[in-house]
């Protein structure tokens, strides 16, 4: 049966490809589950009475068990529950320890940061505080004042009673993969602030102007009680849009004279800001600024919303004279407002979880390819013969990635027949 097949096999390829089968025969039925934790019934459609139908109606009504926040506890080690226990102290040094086990690329440091992750997720649902928290991410060209503006914002809101964490994102050298993390530097007041928490980290060749592991850091700063975490990333042009993926708010720091109309018309980080702030609107530049926010404005009227609910809107503020830093919080506070209201932050966050899933999901696929045995004989081969111009990237690239499958098939068979 297709059941004990896909059970059976180790292969992730070959799996996916008998879970396919079995959803695809022809004969299809409607189970009832019953949900008793929140007493609702619902149906769930199936394609066979085949036994790993009932295998999936089981293990789901089991999966709250399995995955629930004291079984994912269990599995997290002694050193890193006493770091949980203490991690909405006012010591920082406690989620720092946490924040730097995620973004280790050790096999035992990332096996327990999913358990500590997927723990605290847990928590905060069942507690029903995963939406008590706003994330607000801000990016921009080099030079739009971000860290300057990060240090006004965040001490008005720590002066307004809000605990703020500050992730600053910093580039990492295509050199020597090195990186500065100089923004810490650059906020003085708010890095000694006892309601704040400032956490510089490098790119390491992650693209879209954020790391891999900031989406679990976020989580981490909720978890120690900042009820605002705000995303700082590298100074980023048209395209870098991947912060958008893992915030509420999504806010682009421009300077003023930025460009014409055409510029706010372009696709990319413009069409995809939620609200856009024109800094440095001050002294000489006041004029420029005010003609900034005008341009701004009028390109958002001609291109299409990003939301149904929210249309993009374009304020100033200086981040020097802190005058009109107000006015900006007000207007975040008013789309968070909107998006609650009609249910689109959850259904963002939700979205938001999934894309992430995914893009870790291509990238550990990528690290098992590229660790494949097999697949490291054969690469500098075909990298040779790219090089020569006797194949296409496009014709070595699938030789390669079929030789991964091979292998994979190969090394299943063989601890099937052990």
Avoid at 168 to 180: L, Q, Y
Wanted: glycine residues 6%; charged residues 25%; positive net charge.
């Amino acid at each position: 049966m297709l059941t004990r097949s896909i059970i059976k096999t180790k292969n992730i390829v070959q799996k996916s490809s008998l879970i396919n089968q079995l959803f695809n025969y022809k004969n299809n039925f409607n189970e009832t589950i019953k949900d008793n934790n929140n007493n609702n019934y619902f149906k769930r459609n199936f394609t066979s009475y085949d036994e790993l139908g009932r295998n999936f109606l089981k293990n789901y009504r089991n999966v709250k068990d399995e995955f629930s926040s004291s079984k994912l506890y269990e599995k997290i080690n002694d050193e890193n529950k006493e770091l949980l226990k203490k991690i909405d102290s006012k010591n920082s040094l406690y989620l720092s320890k946490l924040i730097t086990t995620v973004e280790s690329t050790r096999e035992d440091h990332q096996e327990q940061s999913r358990m500590i992750i997927s723990y605290l997720s847990s928590l905060a649902k069942e507690k029903g505080t995963q939406y008590n928290s706003f994330r607000i991410g801000i990016s921009g060209p080099p030079g739009a004042g971000k860290s300057t503006f990060i240090e006004a914002f965040g001490k008005y809101l720590t002066s307004l009673g809000h605990r703020v964490a500050v992730l600053a994102i910093d580039p990492s050298s295509v050199r020597s993969g090195g990186s500065i993390l100089g923004d810490k530097t650059r906020m003085t007041e708010l890095a000694v602030d006892e309601n704040a928490y400032v956490r510089p980290s490098a790119t390491r060749g992650s693209l879209g102007g954020i790391t891999k592991g900031t989406s679990d850091t976020i989580i981490l700063c909720e978890s120690a009680g900042y009820d605002i975490v705000i995303v700082e990333t590298v100074g980023v042009g048209q395209s870098e849009v991947s912060i958008d993926d893992m915030v509420d708010c999504f806010v682009l720091l421009v300077p003023p004279a930025n460009g014409d109309e055409l510029q706010g018309l372009k696709k990319g980080i413009v069409e995809s800001a939620d609200i856009v702030v024109v800094n440095k609107a001050d002294g000489e530049l006041l004029p420029k600024a005010r003609f900034t926010v005008s341009e701004y404005t009028s390109a958002f009227k001609l291109q299409r919303p990003k939301n149904q609910h929210w249309i993009s809107k374009v304020v100033s503020c200086s981040s020097i004279s802190k005058e009109h830093i107000d006015k900006v919080w007000n207007t975040m506070c008013e789309f968070k407002k909107v998006m609650m209201n009609c249910g689109d932050l959850k259904t963002k966050r939700s979205l938001q979880k999934e894309t992430f899933m995914k893009k870790l999901l291509e990238e550990e696929l990528l690290t098992l390819l590229y660790h494949n045995e097999d697949v490291q004989k054969v690469i500098p081969y075909f990298e040779q013969q790219v090089k020569d111009g006797i194949l296409s990237p496009t014709l070595a690239s699938n030789e390669i990635i079929k030789t991964f499958l091979i292998s994979e098939k190969n090394n299943n068979n063989n601890y099937n027949n052990k």
